[in-house]
């Protein structure tokens, strides 16, 4: 075994191990997603879960796509909108891409944090509660964090200003 198979050998054990030490989450009955009829669709605005932006994500082909349509930053200086990692406005700005459902009421894509540019996978869902469910990972589902999302019904500037 190389030195690359046994680093990924090492990270998958590890992962399996916690997976194994780790009890698995369980949600509140309120917050499980919806096993009735149709799944909820994840398309909409979405303010995050720490309030500090508004999430757009809408049918893009045969996949969903989000963008950020609302953020609580201020203005800087100049009166331009915040940038991200690469010197792009944040108003407008892509971050979920590839969305595509698993047919259990999940949603498949990938979202970039526009802060530093990682990347993560991520599965979308939508609870009894309208509310969505966005779970980051990495490499495997084991290890992921979940925020949650609420519907945005406020206005929103034309420089993303949320009202």
Partial sequence: ?????????RLVVAAVLLGLTVPPARAAPEAEPRSYGQPASPVGQWLTEDRGG????????????GRIVG???PLRPDGSVPKDHAG???????????????????WSARITDPDDGS????LLS???????????????????QTQIWTPYSGRLGADCRMG
């Fill in 54 to 65: 508004v999430i757009d994500i809408f049918p893009c082909g045969q996949a969903l796509c």
């Fill in 1 to 9: 075994m190389t030195a690359p198979e046994g680093a990924l050998g």
């Fill in 71 to 73: 953020m609580s930053e």
């Fill in 119 to 122: 990347q993560w996978n991520c």
């Fill in 88 to 106: 792009q406005p944040k108003c407008g700005l892509a971050i979920l891409q590839q969305g595509t459902p698993d047919g259990s009421g999940e």
């Fill in 126 to 144: 939508v609870d009894r509660q309208g509310r969505l469910h966005l779970r980051g990972y990495v490499l495997l589902p084991l290890l992921w």
